[in-house]
């Protein structure tokens, strides 16, 4: 039976895979990119699929999917492999009373994916809680240990890791603390869930329910039987911009290190798109997230020309409302938009 990015994706988009591997020690997958690398056949390393949309044409290569488990904790060190399921990750650091990736909770996809777009949620990142990573560089061959700062964080969801494939992430460690107070909570909504103050604290355990409310509120836990996670979580990214333009003057906006931070779901609402758009839309197989208007979503049987089709619409609409490009936040192969 072929393998298909459908079958892999939380998008369920994408076409056949020519060889799939799945190493499940981390020496295994070191071995296995050596090889790859050495035979000069094109690699894509995947972890849950959940920032990846593939074309229908799928990738006549290698795929490394990671499915390593090692996992240990050293006092306030949590050091973990990159195929481990991100979610077991905080759910076990709450268990063993560690504070730090509470916020985190719930977000799909594997260890090895946090630092690539520094993965964040409710004002935590990847990088606040990150000590060290173990990279496989397939340029030299060598395998060696970083310390954030080569990793490039900085601007929004960016770093070295993104849109290359010479470092493959072979396991990470994050810095946490032994406390039963979580990291400051800076979220409006998610203090007003927990009845604290903005900058207040509550229990790890606490702060990771009500993460898991709010965060099923919009489709953003993974359920199979809910289209509207049927998705890549946020689609577009939020753009930086070095000017923000007059017609934009009304939305929201956020220092980063590149200019000023739009959020794209407002754009995107302003820009006459709500969430559920596109239901009646096209085929019916492509639609917004009735609860987030970021999400792109596959409603049953989509292709990924059909959620590109989408895509490059919903961008259209932007640009000819407020004269801003959206691109995306997920990892696009084999297809565009
Ligand atoms: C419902 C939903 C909600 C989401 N919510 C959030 C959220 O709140 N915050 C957020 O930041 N993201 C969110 N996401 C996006 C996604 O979950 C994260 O980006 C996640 O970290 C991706 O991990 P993954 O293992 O699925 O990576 P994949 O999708 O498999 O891969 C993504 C990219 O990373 C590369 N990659 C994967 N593993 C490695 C590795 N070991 N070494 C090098 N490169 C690698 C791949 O080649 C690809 O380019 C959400 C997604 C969904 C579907």
Known sequence: MTITFADLTTMRVGGPIGRLYVPETTPEAVELLRQ???????????????????????????????????????????????????????????????????ALSGIPGLVGGTPVQNVGAFGTVTSDVLDSLTVYDRQTGRVERWTPDRCGFGSHRQSVFKHSDRWVVVEVTYRLRRSGQSRPIEYAELAKRLGIEVGGTASPADVREAVLVLRRSRAMVLDPEDHDTWSVGSFFINPVLAEVPESARECPRYPDVKGTKLPAAWLIERAGFSRGYGLEWGDGTVALSSRHALAVTNRGGATTSEVMKFAAHIRAGVEARFGIRLGPECDLVNCSF
């Open 36 to 102: 790859a690398t050495a035979a000069g056949d094109p690699l894509l390393v995947m972890g849950g699929g959940s920032n990846l949309v593939v074309g229908d044409v799928g990738w006549d290569g290698t795929v490394v999917r990671m499915a390593t488990s090692e996992f240990g904790i050293d006092g306030e060190l949590l050091t973990v492999a990159a195929g481990v399921e991100w979610d077991n990750v905080v759910k076990a650091a709450v268990e063993a009373g560690l504070s730090g990736l509470e």
